[in-house]
């Protein structure tokens, strides 16, 4: 696994510029992006995960249609307790360049949900 974690990791520290270990260990990003290595769901790919707020009761019908495509590599969303996240799939041998527009559109993502939940 950490062939393909740790070539990852050494793209994400071209795109955050600063050096990231190599490991097999999740790593946490600004203390709000997780990133980890999927084998299981998605296998060979790399999870972007961010805890969005609380779930808003009264929106239960437009969290499940949000939930229906969680095998997608576009942000999804899950529940976990009452507490609501993004995820987004990433390809682990994505380019800097990619990586780069892929982690904006990430937080921008993650800017807007926050915004609904608060």
């Known amino acids: 696994m950490i062939s393909f974690f740790g070539d990852f990791l050494t793209t994400l520290s071209s795109v955050i510029g600063f050096q990231i270990p190599p490991s097999d260990e999740p790593f946490l990003l600004d203390e709000t992006v997780v990133f980890e290595f999927d084998d299981q769901v998605v296998p060979h790919t790399i999870l972007m995960s961010a805890a969005v707020g609380p779930l808003l009761k009264d929106e239960s019908e437009f969290y499940v249609r949000c939930l229906e495509a969680n095998d997608q590599m576009r942000p999804t969303l899950s ?4 507490t609501l996240y993004l995820h987004q799939r990433v390809d682990p041998s994505i380019s800097v360049e990619n990586l ?8 921008s993502a993650l800017t807007i949900w926050k915004s609904r939940v608060s």
């Open 79 to 82: 529940l976990y307790e009452d």
């Open 100 to 107: 780069k527009k892929e982690l904006e559109d990430f937080k």
